[in-house]
């Protein structure tokens, strides 16, 4: 069954980005690519993202690879960037995008790689599943919030890999 994942690193206070969009903090932390709820065994069984306009900025002006992804990949932007294979650049409604990304997915599950307030939209349409912090030990003291607005969850998984603090959350339903 597909399921739509916000995957994300945090701070311990919170945070994906600090107070300058960076996710500098992020980079030196010791972490092992093949342990517990690593990234590419996560991005192995995505077929589609969505993601905010700041980090898909931040991406493109700060990975040594630039974007790399070969999935069909949603930015919500009003921002005009140039076209890029593969990405499709949206105002749309979250729920529109969404049908397209299950679509794209071919059965694989959908990546909201962040913003939090973007993944938020999605949680507020009843779309969201899973929420996978993998938590750093670091504090920044402000920036970008893993998620601006409540949401319940309930613990399914967790795991320590090197530095990191891991825990797979289901969304709990309203009510």
Request: net charge negative.
């Amino acid at each position: 069954m597909t399921k739509t994942v916000y995957y994300t690193a945090s701070s311990l206070d919170g945070f994906i980005a600090d107070p300058d969009n960076s996710l500098s903090w992020l980079l030196s932390r010791d972490i092992d690519e093949q342990g517990p709820m690593s990234y590419p065994t996560f991005r192995a069984r995505v077929g589609a993202a969505a993601l905010g306009a700041t980090t898909y900025r931040w991406i493109v002006d700060n990975d040594p690879d630039g974007w790399d992804f070969t999935m069909p990949s949603w930015v919500f932007t009003h921002r005009r960037f140039p076209p890029q294979d593969g990405i499709t650049f949206t105002t749309d409604d979250v729920r529109d995008v969404h049908a397209a990304m299950s679509a794209a997915a071919a059965g694989q599950d959908l990546w909201l790689i962040g913003g939090g307030d973007l993944v938020g939209q999605f949680a507020d349409a009843g779309l969201l599943d899973e929420v996978w912090v993998q938590y750093a030990p670091v504090t920044l003291g402000g920036g970008a919030p893993l998620l601006p607005r409540r949401i319940e969850l309930r613990l399914e998984e967790h795991a320590r890999n090197r530095e990191f603090l891991c825990a797979r959350y289901a969304v709990s339903p309203p009510g």
